[in-house]
Nanobody, 125 residues
Framework: QVQLVESGGGLVQAGGSLRLSCAAS????????MGWFRQAPGKEREFVAA????????YYADFVKGRFTISRDNAKNTVYLQMNSLKSEDTAVYYC??????????????????WGQGTQVTVSS
């Protein structure tokens, strides 16, 4: 069992930056591929970014390429999402998720078994 806790959300003006963190506890968090998803009001949850368990591979949704960066520190069992040049359409609840141990990085929510409670990101225009 893996527990995930997100932090770092908040209110920011358009063009600003935020850094989300996801702390993993329980069974070793360093062997899980990790992903970030988001859900805006009235919309389905969508993939944002993912990183392989080793950190060597990353995967981004087209709408965040060049603006968001996912990274991980396995010594701290923590995954980060650096979000720059934020837009009002980035407003959503952001969720951290852990995939299956040693599996490939993926953008499909069904491939992630553990989810955090989410952190709200609000971008004002």
């Amino acid at each position: 069992q893996v527990q995930l806790v997100e932090s770092g959300g908040g209110l920011v003006q358009a063009g600003g930056s935020l850094r989300l963190s996801c702390a993993a506890s329980g069974r070793s968090g360093s062997i899980y591929p990790m992903g970030w998803f988001r859900q805006a009001p009235g919309k389905e949850r969508e993939f944002v970014a993912a990183i392989s368990w080793s950190g060597s591979l990353t995967y981004y949704a087209d709408f965040v390429k060049g603006r968001f960066t996912i990274s991980r520190d396995n010594a701290k069992n923590t995954v980060y999402l650096q979000m720059n040049s934020l837009k009002s359409e980035d407003t959503a609840v952001y969720y951290c998720a852990a995939g299956r141990p040693l599996s490939r990085v993926t953008n499909r929510s069904r491939d992630y078994d553990y989810w955090g409670q989410g952190t709200q990101v609000t971008v004002s225009s």
